[in-house]
């Protein structure tokens, strides 16, 4: 399962999603998320699904990469999806006892399942397609005006590239001690709620140990590197807007007119 867990993983490729600014990426996945939260019938939530599936052929990102970017959350959906089955009033199609299955509580349950799916595999499209750097360079950007509220814009953006970073790092980390406990006689599979707990002990304690260590020689590294924050910083590679920029973000802005579009000629019958 850890090893099903892609979040800040970055895979460098040569297409127009990993060329686009960074600053227009994070806009354009924002932009993304309103599209499929403001469909209220299937057509719009098609288009956010066709959209989905037209920026992943572009980005050439390989089909197992979604789905293990989707494996780690389908207990949590399968989850929500039963509570929303049973406990939404309306025509009951089921009933047994005090259970109860309706309609309403059915497509409740589809939509909220394809829009976390949808959710989760465009945002993460934009750790597939995009550096540390570039991300940190383009979070800063976009809050940028915050500056004159004295706000440490470049630090929290670093903050939370690092952070994202080494998600991966931990993850790999976390198998390894696993694995090296399960060498050593540990019995991590087995037992009731409480022996489990106790026996996430020995894997918690190293994991920590190593993530301190690694915060403190990533520290030192870029105190040898003469960092002092983002007063004074310069960039090799400066932002600029390109025309491909400006025309995957007309596309967009088309995708979501059309989702408005329907929303208005077209009966509603998906609920938020």
């Known amino acids: 399962m850890l090893r099903d867990i892609t979040i800040g993983q970055y895979f460098p490729g040569k297409s127009v999603l990993h060329r686009l600014d960074p600053r227009v990426k994070i806009v354009l996945t924002l932009a993304f998320i309103v599209m499929l939260f403001i469909a209220s019938n299937p057509i719009g939530l098609l288009v956010g699904i066709l959209f989905l599936v037209l920026t992943y052929g572009i980005s050439r990102i390989p089909p197992i990469m979604i789905l293990k970017s989707l494996k780690p959350v389908l207990p949590i959906i399968l989850f929500t999806s039963i509570l929303n089955m049973f406990f939404i009033e309306g025509t009951p199609l089921f009933q047994w006892w005090i259970l109860k299955i309706t309609l309403e509580g059915v497509t409740t ?10 959710l989760i595999a465009g945002t993460s499209l934009l750790t597939y397609t995009t550096s540390p750097i570039a991300l940190t ?6 809050c940028s005006p ?18 994202l970073r080494f998600i991966p790092t931990l993850i790999e980390e976390t198998d390894k001690i696993m694995s090296a406990q399960k060498a050593r006689g540990a019995d991590l599979e087995t037992g009731g709620l409480m022996q489990r707990a106790k026996a996430l002990i020995p894997i918690l304690i190293p994991l920590f140990v190593s993530a301190f260590r690694r915060a ?8 040898c590197r003469c960092y002092r924050g983002g007063e004074g910083r310069t960039r090799m590679k400066q932002l600029k807007i390109q025309m491909y920029d400006i025309w995957c973000s007309v596309f967009v802005g088309l995708c979501i007119a059309a989702v408005i579009f329907i929303n208005l000629f077209a009966p509603v019958v998906l609920h938020m």
């Not at 349950?109 to 949808?118: D, E, H, N, Q, T």
């Not at 004159?148 to 952070?163: D, Q």
């Not at 403190?216 to 105190?223: S, T």
């Open 216 to 223: 403190d020689e990533l520290a030192v590294a870029m105190e």
């Open 137 to 142: 360079d383009g979070i800063e950007r976009l």
């Open 146 to 163: 915050l500056n004159r509220l004295k706000l440490p814009v470049h630090e929290l953006a670093m903050m939370m590239t690092i952070a």
């Open 109 to 118: 349950a589809i939509v909220m399942s394809i829009r976390i799916l949808c």
